[in-house]
């Protein structure tokens, strides 16, 4: 089945220590992304990758960390993760970041920094 | 930069009911796509509209694109319960941005039986 495995779906943690959240995607697609959703705010681009080894800063990207290493991988990193950073985040994936791509979520991973 | 604003955020709608949910944008769009979050999943892709007047439907969903390309409409008609949930829209960066991809705050719809 085609989809966008995140891991962990729930994660309790305290400040400042490091955490990774996995992303990994089985369509080969070439573009993905990462997403925080908070209430009234919507859906804010953290950091995308647009192939292996290319990675930008969406609009929050402070406090967070990427790698794509893999075409299917691409991890979240959070080094000194702080309260601001509770959230439920998304990863997103598309065939490339054409014209007419659509993007495919993940079931998302809901984050409590205590 | 681009901002993508959506009105209303929230949408109280009697059963039976239509209602409708707008986009607008500080910018042109080349494009602009829908999505829809149900509560406690995941955004799920809709529908992508390109053409500046578009208007392109799925049952019970009209989907509008401008004629200007910076604003976007979704219309349902005869709400039903399965159409609870937040309904985005999306809009691309610039061609030097051409990764990133601007989502509105979204349109929390509840409907009432």
């Known amino acids: 089945e085609a989809q966008v495995t995140q891991n962990p779906r729930y994660l309790i943690t305290v400040t400042g220590k490091k955490l990774t959240v996995t992303c990994s995607q089985n369509?080969?697609?070439?573009?993905m992304s990462w997403y925080r959703q908070d209430p009234g705010l919507g859906l804010r681009q953290i950091y995308y990758?647009?192939?292996?080894?290319?990675?930008d800063k969406g609009d929050v990207p402070e406090g967070y960390k990427v790698s794509r290493k893999e075409k299917r991988n691409f991890p979240l990193i959070l080094e000194s993760p702080s309260p601001n950073q509770t959230s439920l985040y998304f990863c997103?994936?598309?065939?490339?970041?054409?014209?007419?791509?659509?993007?495919?979520f993940g079931s998302g991973t809901q984050l409590s920094v205590l | 930069g681009q901002q993508v604003m959506q009105i209303p955020q929230y949408q109280h709608v009697q059963e039976g009911e239509d209602f409708t949910t707008y986009c607008n944008s500080s910018?042109?769009?080349?494009?602009i796509q829908w999505y829809k979050q149900r509560p406690g999943g995941h955004p799920v892709f809709l529908i992508q509209?390109?053409?500046?007047?578009e208007v392109k439907k799925q049952k019970r969903l009209t989907f509008q694109f401008g004629e200007a390309k910076k604003n976007s409409s979704l219309h349902i008609t005869a709400t039903q319960t399965t159409d609870v949930g937040t309904y985005f829209c999306?809009?691309?960066?610039?061609?030097?941005?051409?990764?990133?991809?601007?989502f509105g705050s979204g349109t929390q719809v509840v409907v009432t039986p």
């Open positions: 509209l390109v053409k500046s007047g």
């Open positions: 997103a994936s598309s065939l490339s970041r054409g014209f007419h791509e659509k993007l495919f």
């Open positions: 990758s647009m192939n292996v080894e290319v990675t």
């Open positions: 999306a809009g691309p960066g610039t061609t030097d941005s051409w990764g990133k991809l601007q």
């Open positions: 369509m080969n697609h070439e573009y």
């Open positions: 910018t042109t769009l080349s494009n």
